[in-house]
């Protein structure tokens, strides 16, 4: 059965200021390549959360949602997606990645 993915706005919004941010902040030379980068994340979330490992949130991160998944997306960074599930609809509450305060309430055992 295939995935139904959707997005709380604020993720959405969060994804557009990240181009931004990584364009401005020198991390991509170009915005094109930016918004390459985060359309990557987007398309790599609603195309295999349904064939990752779902993690429970730990408690300081339930108030976002009560799972979450992983992407490592160069070997520097990783990207976590918090959601609440129903069958198979998906919904992305949070984003964060390892620099991010959120990811030391992490539970690691991947």
Request: hydrophobic residues 35%; glycine residues 2%.
């Amino acid at each position: 059965m295939e995935a139904v993915v959707n997005f709380q706005p604020l993720v959405l919004l969060y994804f557009n200021h990240l181009i931004n941010d990584l364009f401005y902040e020198g991390y991509f030379s170009y915005k094109e390549s930016a918004l390459k980068y985060v359309s990557k994340i987007i398309y790599n979330v609603e195309n295999t959360i349904h064939l990752k490992k779902h993690y429970p949130c730990s408690n300081s991160l339930l108030k976002h949602g009560s799972y979450y998944i992983h992407f490592n997306m160069n070997p520097n960074t990783t990207w976590y997606f918090v959601f609440e599930k129903n069958d198979n609809r998906y919904l992305i509450t949070y984003v964060f990645n390892n620099y991010s305060p959120e990811a030391k309430d992490l539970i690691y055992d991947f």
